[in-house]
């Protein structure tokens, strides 16, 4: 499964590359949720697309970006002032009589001063890095669809609940971040051939065995090791990949738009490092054909997710 991608996350680059409208209410939204629903997941970079604001809506985006910041400063300040007395109330207790107690309180302390001041200097941090795009299951991104004939992006959480489905869902089915190809007419009946859509990535992660990716067996007694390979197409590309998406409706809970990325039978240089699925880039050609798809020609959609982009993917061991 794709359980990570890096995506491309400045909505402007949706709007120069296919024309494609902007929905700021959405954005608005999320970021709105944000504020007081610690399971709404942004990357650090959707933030910066929107360091430059050019009307009211995206005005409205900053200001709850920044009061996000604040808030977030302000407690891990905070949970830093708390570690800190605690790291020195261990140490002068291990001066005057050491305990194993006292040393583990030494240990948490120290590891949780160098937590927060870590998320302190990326709160703080202005320049990108590769990690600022990267989405988890639960995290949100943009994904392009159509909607009354007009091209729009929306940001959506990487991991679909299906319309009419309870929130449940989401604990009882959690590896709804991916739709395999094969099940496209099972699970996902309800979504394939009516929602399609299209997030950009230029890389993706996979878990996977480390003997596997050092090409040997497992020695006697060896214990499996999981390691985290990043993909990376070659050439180098922005690839559009092939999603399915839904809008779930339920009382007393906000409105959740969530996507799926659609994966399938690896090409063999991904097969050889170690995994056994990969997401399938769309051809540009095949963009409007998928984005409004008709569910009475399904062999035709399954006929553009064949008719994909196929890439050479260089793997690496993920930082």
Same mark, same amino acid.
């Given at each position: 499964?794709?359980?990570?991608?890096?995506?491309?996350?400045?909505?402007?680059?949706?709007?120069?590359?296919?024309?494609?409208?902007?929905?700021?209410?959405?954005?608005?939204?999320?970021?709105?949720?944000?504020?007081?629903?610690?399971?709404?997941?942004?990357?650090?970079?959707?933030?910066?697309?929107?360091?430059?604001?050019?009307?009211?809506?995206?005005?409205?985006?900053?200001?709850?970006?920044?009061?996000?910041?604040?808030?977030?400063?302000?407690?891990?300040?905070?949970?830093?002032?708390?570690?800190?007395?605690?790291?020195?109330?261990?140490?002068?207790?291990?001066?005057?009589?050491?305990?194993?107690?006292?040393?583990?309180?030494?240990?948490?302390?120290?590891?949780?001063?160098?937590?927060?001041?870590?998320?302190?200097?990326?709160?703080?941090?202005?320049?990108?890095?590769?990690?600022?795009?990267?989405?988890?299951?639960?995290?949100?991104?943009?994904?392009?669809?159509?909607?009354?004939?007009?091209?729009?992006?929306?940001?959506?959480?990487?991991?679909?609940?299906?319309?009419?489905?309870?929130?449940?869902?989401?604990?009882?089915?959690?590896?709804?971040?991916?739709?395999?190809?094969?099940?496209?007419?099972?699970?996902?009946?309800?979504?394939?051939?009516?929602?399609?859509?299209?997030?950009?990535?230029?890389?993706?992660?996979?878990?996977?065995?480390?003997?596997?990716?050092?090409?040997?067996?497992?020695?006697?007694?060896?214990?499996?090791?999981?390691?985290?390979?990043?993909?990376?197409?070659?050439?180098?590309?922005?690839?559009?990949? #092939?999603?399915?998406?839904? !809008?779930? +409706?339920? $009382?007393?809970? =906000? @409105?959740?738009?969530?996507?799926?990325?659609?994966? &399938?039978?690896?090409?063999?240089?991904?097969? #050889?490092?170690?995994?056994? !699925?990969? +997401?399938? $880039?769309?051809? =540009? @050609?095949?963009?409007?054909?998928?984005?409004?798809? &008709?569910?009475?020609?399904?062999?035709?959609?399954?006929?553009?997710?064949?008719?994909?982009?196929? $890439?050479?993917?260089?793997?690496?061991?993920?930082?």
């Amino acid at each position: 499964m794709c359980y990570s991608a890096q995506i491309i996350h400045d909505y402007r680059r949706y709007v120069r590359t296919f024309g494609a409208d902007i929905d700021l209410r959405e954005f608005v939204d999320l970021f709105w949720r944000r504020r007081t629903d610690p399971k709404v997941k942004v990357p650090k970079a959707m933030e910066l697309a929107f360091s430059d604001p050019q009307n009211e809506e995206q005005r409205m985006i900053r200001m709850l970006i920044e009061e996000h910041a604040a808030d977030q400063t302000v407690r891990w300040e905070q949970d830093l002032f708390k570690q800190r007395k605690r790291k020195a109330d261990a140490e002068r207790a291990l001066q005057s009589k050491p305990t194993k107690a006292a040393a583990e309180s030494l240990r948490i302390a120290i590891n949780k001063i160098e937590a927060a001041m870590g998320k302190l200097a990326d709160m703080r941090r202005t320049e990108l890095i590769d990690d600022d795009c990267r989405i988890y299951p639960g995290y949100y991104a943009p994904v392009l669809v159509v909607e009354n004939g007009r091209r729009v992006v929306k940001p959506m959480r990487y991991q679909c609940r299906p319309a009419g489905k309870p929130a449940f869902y989401d604990t009882k089915y959690p590896g709804t971040y991916n739709a395999r190809r094969d099940n496209l007419q099972g699970f996902w009946k309800g979504i394939f051939g009516y929602s399609h859509g299209i997030t950009v990535v230029n890389a993706f992660y996979e878990n996977v065995n480390l003997h596997r990716v050092q090409g040997r067996e497992l020695a006697e007694g060896e214990e499996v090791q999981n390691a985290v390979l990043e993909f990376r197409p070659r050439p180098t590309q922005d690839m559009l990949v #092939a999603c399915l998406w839904s !809008r779930s +409706i339920l $009382p007393g809970e =906000p @409105e959740l738009l969530s996507f799926a990325a659609i994966t &399938d039978e690896p090409p063999p240089e991904v097969s #050889a490092a170690g995994h056994d !699925r990969c +997401i399938i $880039p769309l051809r =540009p @050609e095949n963009i409007d054909a998928w984005l409004n798809p &008709d569910p009475r020609r399904l062999g035709d959609l399954y006929a553009i997710l064949d008719d994909r982009e196929r $890439p050479y993917y260089e793997h690496r061991l993920a930082a």
